[in-house]
């Protein structure tokens, strides 16, 4: 997935025409942001897909529907930071590659199973859609950086053909090799593993071919963007359930919440750390950003956004039994599954952004362990909480939350305040040629 399948040379070669390399210090551009918006319809239907099939089989489903949309985002987002997005071929062509991401979006929640009386397979519109923004990429990538053999773009593309192989087949092959519907699903799943395993593990076997970080600035952005995305995608999920129910105490209260838990999940990502992992990257070298950028930023992002799945999917829960208790007069707890993904959705993002600090930065070390100590509290509480109120549930969650934050920010001191005045005026960001 990641774009360090090597590096230059070293030797300056002249861009070919319609491509302008990136400078440092150079920010996001509307081409990308506007790339970047199609993955909020991406993550609506992705918990869109765990909603119809509510077992941990159909969760398992939407992660690996996620892993395949976040290698479509990434690999651009590696192609951008090293070729200007806002001219030229790369313009025109991620315009082209954002209608064809927006039909794999749509498709998303049909990428396992087809609705009825479809004229085309589901399945096979959101494959196709991945292979074609995929080639497209692998072709903008060869024409873009020059002295390329074939012998490197064939070992590229011999992983994505595989593959993809897999991906067609388990959108064709199960429905019509078996009869049993347990057995269609669990070789479905089984063959996107395989390929989402061969997906991402090319970027560690290959080291011949890629592309660098060269705008810290860009990149760092880049990312804290599509969390903004991810985070702004489950508040609309519970926008959207909650506009169908009656207005009442609960509903705001959860509503509250919602907003209360979401809101410092961002802080604990934007308000220092991310602010120190730039640091990281402006303060080392081109060629050494790479192994930071591809394990901190492209791989442990992936369980972040994950995690923000998962909450969006116990948020919608919560909401969905406000509605049945107003009307029914049904038991307001939540179900297993809704509750396991409600907190353990907030404790795996911070899990793997506990990971993310230590990958790239040793400033403000010590705001870590609130966040591991956050994390086992959740996790402990999970069989407490499911004998509260689904309303109750979501608002101890918000309360820990909230409560990490107030931590965070007496634990980490002067070293905060100090990150943050330096990030406001530019301290550690290098000037652009």
């Given at each position: ?182 057995l269609v699903k669990a070789s479905q799943t089984g063959l996107w593993m395989l390929a989402i395993i061969i997906d991402y593990g090319r970027a560690l076997l290959l080291r011949s071919w890629g592309l660098h970080i060269i ?131 907030a404790a795996l993002f911070l899990l793997s952004h506990a990971g993310f600090q230590l990958r790239i930065t040793r400033l403000l070390g010590r705001v870590i362990w609130p966040r591991l100590i956050t994390v086992a509290l ?56």
């Amino acid at each position: 997935m990641s774009e360090d399948d090597g590096a230059s040379d070293g030797k300056s070669a002249r861009a070919p025409r319609g491509i302008r390399p990136l400078r440092e210090g150079v920010g996001v551009t509307s081409v990308e942001l506007f790339f970047d918006l199609v993955f909020v319809l991406g993550f609506i239907q992705v918990v869109a897909l765990m909603e119809d099939d509510f077992t941990s089989h159909g969760v398992l489903n939407g992660m690996l529907a996620l892993a395949l949309l976040w290698s479509t985002w990434s690999i651009y987002a590696w192609l951008g930071n090293s070729l200007q997005a806002r001219v030229g071929l790369i313009r025109i062509a991620l315009l082209f590659v954002t209608a064809v991401t927006l039909a794999m979006a749509v498709a998303v929640r049909q990428a396992f199973t087809g609705l009825p009386g479809a004229a085309i397979s589901g399945p096979v519109v959101f494959v196709a859609c991945f292979v074609v923004v995929r080639l497209v990429h692998l072709a903008l990538r060869w024409y873009a950086i020059p002295d390329t053999r074939p012998r490197i773009v064939l070992l590229v593309a011999a992983p994505l053909f595989v593959a993809s192989v897999l991906l067609f087949s388990a959108a064709v092959v199960p429905q019509r090799l078996f009869h049993d519907p347990w057995l269609v699903k669990a070789s479905q799943t089984g063959l996107w593993m395989l390929a989402i395993i061969i997906d991402y593990g090319r970027a560690l076997l290959l080291r011949s071919w890629g592309l660098h970080i060269i705008s810290a600035r860009h990149w760092a952005e880049r990312h804290g963007l599509i969390v903004l995305v991810a985070l702004g995608e489950s508040l609309i999920a519970v926008g959207l359930t909650s506009s169908g129910v009656p207005m009442t105490g609960s509903l705001i209260a959860a509503l509250v919440f919602a907003i209360v838990t979401a809101a410092a999940l961002g802080w604990t990502y934007f308000d220092v750390v991310a602010i120190a992992a730039e640091r990281t990257l402006s303060q080392n070298t081109v060629q050494r950003r790479v192994a930071y950028a591809r394990d901190a930023y492209s791989y442990l992002h992936l369980p972040m956004i994950a995690g923000i799945m998962l909450l969006a999917l116990g948020l919608h829960h919560v909401v969905t039994i406000i509605k049945d208790n107003e009307l029914h007069h049904s038991t307001a707890r939540l179900e297993s599954l809704g509750l396991h993904a409600l907190y353990g959705g907030a404790a795996l993002f911070l899990l793997s952004h506990a990971g993310f600090q230590l990958r790239i930065t040793r400033l403000l070390g010590r705001v870590i362990w609130p966040r591991l100590i956050t994390v086992a509290l959740l996790v402990a509480l999970i069989p407490a909480a499911g004998q509260l109120s689904a309303v109750v549930a979501l608002g101890l969650l918000a309360v820990i939350c909230a409560s990490l934050v107030i931590t965070e920010v007496l634990v980490a001191g002067g070293r905060r305040k100090e990150l943050r005045e330096a990030a406001l005026a530019g301290g550690f960001r290098p000037e652009g040629p």
